[in-house]
Nanobody, 120 residues
């Protein structure tokens, strides 16, 4: 069984910063691409940032220059550093990882989500 557990969300004022973490655990053989998505009320889920196993990153236009994704392969963890936060960044942030497990082969896994609220 594989699990993704996120942490680091919360309430922050506009212009502030937060750092999200997502740790994968379980019977993992390999972790390929990892990423962060977000979903605001009444809106579709959107990709915020992604990172390959080799460290190549991509970002949504709306967060370029403000957010930074990184990963620690030794810890099976992906991070999202969010700076200069805006009210429109308010959403549930979900971690996603493409993982080959001992049982079940290669599958996309999702975390439970962490709430980020940007408000004064």
């Amino acid at each position: 069984q594989v699990q993704l557990v996120e942490s680091g969300g919360g309430l922050v004022q506009p212009g502030g910063s937060l750092r999200l973490s997502c740790a994968a655990s379980g019977s993992i053989v390999s972790i390929y691409a990892m990423g962060w998505y977000r979903q605001a009320p009444g809106k579709q889920r959107e990709l915020v940032a992604g990172i390959t196993s080799g460290g190549i990153t991509n970002y949504a236009d709306s967060v370029k220059g403000r957010f930074s994704i990184s990963r620690d392969n030794a810890k099976n963890t992906v991070y999202l550093q969010m700076n200069s936060l805006k009210p429109e960044d308010t959403a549930v942030y979900l971690c996603n990882a493409n993982i080959r497990a001992v049982v079940g082969g290669r599958t996309n896994y999702w975390g439970q989500g962490t709430q980020v609220t940007v408000s004064s």
